[in-house]
């Protein structure tokens, strides 16, 4: 059997497979309420059907200023909560785990009228220019995510990631290429994690679940200003030691930089692999893995420990069906009776 298709047991959290549905923003709420609608059950029910083992729902706002653009998913008023449980009772009756991932997206909230971030600094020059975020609002946010928790956790999820990767207001935090602050939430290392520390914090103390963290390990600075691999091993540590369950290590976002390196299969995976090294929690892996084999060599290998899907899911919901075939692995099984008859032999 391949590792790829073989279960994990992480903390509490059983998977049936190693697979998980990278969190992909869908901007499929024409309503502008943040509630889920139809799409968002035929979308994700698919991919659970498909044997996807967990389920990360796209990034979901905990303020309605903290939207990427109006039609993002949201958690942030009681009335999102009663479609949200009915998406994720349906994605489990479906036979997938289901995370969902809280974000705000500080400057990089396209429809706020005045987006906030650490400082006001734009994210480039067709962006607006943010309000440098208040100690007061500061606190508005951390009540926001526990708010956003406690109604995730109501829905029924076995995950809550915490989107603080690809430039959006806690990646901002934490790069000094985007925060200038002089207060307690800039400056040291220890003072740009602060935000997230109390996210982690306050979420911990009140989901009972598995609690993820998605981080992007470079800027693509050629400045040399940008948090070097070492200061994210550091933030890792931190993270572990403040209670968190999975690292999921992403890479980008904050600057308006290319990837300084080619784009091929797994690119983003030695990032995750140097988080690996210094923590003792798992570490998940994003970036173009459609290959099977090159999934399945980098478990085998160690690497990392779970392999997050994007944009393949999106081309081949029935990616996993194909990888199982691509790796010989006749333990897979598909959902019923009647799709094992697509199986051919
Ligand atoms: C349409 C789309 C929406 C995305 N939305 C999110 C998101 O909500 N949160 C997030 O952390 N990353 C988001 N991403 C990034 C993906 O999670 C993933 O990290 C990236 O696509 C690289 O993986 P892939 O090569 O398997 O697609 C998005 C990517 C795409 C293509």
Redesign the pocket.
């Known amino acids: 059997m391949s590792l790829l298709f073989s279960p994990i047991t992480i903390g509490q959290l059983s998977l049936k497979n190693r697979v998980v549905m ?4 869908m901007y499929e709420v024409k309503k502008e309420d943040g509630i889920v609608t139809p799409f968002h059950f035929a979308h994700y029910g698919a991919r659970a059907i498909a044997n996807v083992g967990l389920i990360m729902i ?2 979901t706002a905990v303020q309605p200023e903290g939207r990427i653009t109006k039609h993002d998913l949201g958690l942030w008023d009681d009335k999102q909560t009663e479609k949200f449980t009915h998406l994720v009772d349906s994605l489990h009756y479906l036979g997938s785990k289901v995370g969902v ?1 809280l ?1 705000h997206a500080g400057r990089k909230a396209e429809d706020a009228l005045q987006p906030l971030a650490p400082s006001a600094i734009a994210f480039n020059s067709n962006s607006k220019i943010p309000k440098a975020i208040t100690q007061d609002e500061i606190k508005q946010i951390r009540s926001d995510f526990i708010a956003s928790a406690r109604r995730a956790q109501q829905a029924g999820v076995d995950v809550i990631e915490i ?1 603080a ?2 430039g959006y207001l806690i990646s901002e935090f934490l790069s000094p290429l985007s925060n200038h602050r002089s207060d307690d939430y800039g400056g040291s290392l220890a003072n740009r994690y602060r935000l997230l520390h109390e996210i982690v914090t306050d979420i911990r103390a009140h989901f009972s679940g598995s609690l993820w963290v ?1 981080l992007s390990l470079s800027d693509y600075d050629k400045s040399g200003q940008q948090n070097t691999i070492a200061d994210w091993q550091q933030i890792g540590q931190w993270l572990e030691r403040d209670g968190i369950d999975v690292i999921d290590v ?1 890479t980008g976002g904050v600057m308006d930089y290319a990837p300084d390196l080619p784009l091929h299969g797994g690119y983003q995976t030695p990032f995750a692999t140097a988080m690996k090294q210094v923590v003792g929690i798992p570490v998940a892996t ?5 290959s099977p084999d090159l999934a399945e060599y980098i478990l085998q290998t160690k690497q990392a420990d779970l392999i ?5 899911l ?1 081309r081949n919901t029935n990616w996993l069906a194909d990888a199982a075939q691509k790796l010989h692995d006749h333990n897979f099984k598909p959902f019923n009776d009647s799709y094992q008859r697509g199986q051919l032999k």
């Open positions: 990278a969190p992909m923003c796209e990034a991932q974000a989107h990767a690809h998605r992403s994003v970036g173009l893995l459609d997050m899907e994007g944009r393949v999106l």
